[in-house]
């Protein structure tokens, strides 16, 4: 799953894609080969602190740019017209201003991924904490935008053995395509 979903942002006119990875490291390095310059495994030794010491481990390392698109490695069912309106979408809004912004899509109302995070040079990510992400920080925006998309794939994550099953068989019928 977290190749498929790496290929899918390699996809994309990014111009890094950085994977963060903790647990059982080298097995995922080992076992998932992506040949693209623009990729590259970043390693974050405090893993089990939660979701936010990943994104800033992330962050740390992002070298480009003005902006981000955050992606959950447990969705491998976002839509490539999704993560294209959401990127597009993001863009034109870091274009209009240099205020930092969020761009999120949602699904029945509820808040999904990937998150599009621009003039991220004008955000403090340091005192991220826990299992939160960027919530804290996305609160704090004056330019966020929740935007409603019709793509089921923002908001299913994959947590257990049962969710694995349903993905496996969502992809083979063409969720996420």
Known sequence: MLQH?????????????IAVIGYEAK??????????SRFRWVYNPDYGMGQSSSLWAGLKECHQGRSVM???GDQPLISPGTIQFIFQSGL????????PCMFRPSYQNLPGHPVFL???KQMSFRNLKGDQGAK???RHLKNRNL???EDP????????PEAYKRAKTMMGKGWGV
């Open 70 to 72: 955050v992606f959950l």
């Open 92 to 99: 034109e809004q870091q274009n209009k201003s240099d205020e």
């Open 153 to 160: 794939g923002v908001t299913f994550d994959i947590d257990t």
């Open 5 to 17: 979903i790496i290929s899918r942002c390699l996809l994309f006119p990014f111009s890094e894609v």
């Open 136 to 138: 804290d920080i996305i």
């Open 147 to 149: 935007v409603p998309v």
């Open 118 to 120: 621009g003039n991220i």
């Open 27 to 36: 097995r995922i390095q080992h076992s998932i080969q992506i040949h693209d």
